[in-house]
Antibody, heavy 121, light 107 residues
Framework: QVQLVQSGAEVKKPGASVKVSCKAS????????ISWVRQAPGQGLEWMGW????????NYAQRLQGRVTMTTDSSTSTAYMELRSLRPDDTAVYYC??????????????WGQGTLVTVSS | EIVLTQSPATLSLSPGERATLSCRAS??????LAWYQQKPGQAPRLLIY???NRATGIPTRFSGSGSGTDLTLTISSLEPEDFAVYYC?????????FGQGTRLEIK
């Protein structure tokens, strides 16, 4: 069965970086893009960016441009999201999600379990 | 960017009742609108994609309709497990955007 398993919770200080992993199983990794979505405590869903798993092409939310990098490792079927220069308002649960259609932007049919990133001094 | 506005913010209904959730877009999303359900402490779950297609395993009581800028999610007869937060999402244009959510609570 399709599964996306994310790395564990992180606590970071302001200005630091965090790298969250998302290991896929149960399907052909390079056939489906991955998006990343975050959710601040008690808030709604915010799309962060998208990566084509067969070619590494990316599309990032403008407000995160310059601070976020998304990559994949097809040898391990793992996607990564790195966020730099962390601020307290980056505190959120970060989700990876599989895109339903090959080479499309959405929708998201399978989601990881979420990774809580807390940014605090 | 396409702004999605969901209404109402909170909907209070009883099991067995019909729920109608609205998602209004700032410009046409064509048919590229999805709906997700999220329960506390869980990841969102895809319910409906491309306006009216039910995702795998989604009960038939969930249906999507509409076009252009006015889209609707209908739950024909509420079950206890349907009380949750619902989000709409568009993929017509970058950036992908979500509505702010509708909380469906038990009356």
């Amino acid at each position: 069965q399709v599964q996306l398993v994310q790395s564990g919770a992180e606590v970071k200080k302001p200005g630091a970086s965090v790298k969250v992993s998302c290991k896929a199983s149960g399907y052909s990794f390079t056939r489906y893009p991955i998006s990343w979505v975050r959710q601040a405590p008690g808030q709604g869903l915010e799309w962060m960016g998208w990566i084509g798993t067969h070619n590494g092409k990316t599309n990032y939310a403008q407000r995160l441009q310059g601070r976020v990098t998304m990559t994949t490792d097809s040898s391990t079927s793992t996607a990564y999201m790195e966020l730099r220069s962390l601020r307290p308002d980056d505190t959120a649960v970060y989700y990876c999600a599989r895109v339903l259609y090959y080479d499309s932007s959405g929708p998201f049919d399978y989601w990881g379990q979420g990774t809580l990133v807390t940014v605090s001094s | 960017e396409i702004v999605l506005t969901q209404s109402p913010a909170t909907l209070s209904l009883s099991p067995g009742e019909r729920a109608t959730l609205s998602c209004r877009a700032s410009q046409s999303v064509r048919s590229y609108l999805a709906w997700y359900q999220q329960k506390p402490g869980q990841a969102p779950r895809l319910l409906i994609y491309d306006t009216s297609n039910r995702a795998t395993g989604i009960p038939t009581r969930f249906s999507g309709s509409g076009s252009g800028t006015d889209l609707t999610l209908t739950i024909s007869s509420l079950e206890p497990e349907d009380f949750a937060v619902y989000y709409c999402q568009q993929r017509t244009n970058w950036p992908i955007t979500f509505g702010q959510g509708t909380r469906l609570e038990i009356k």
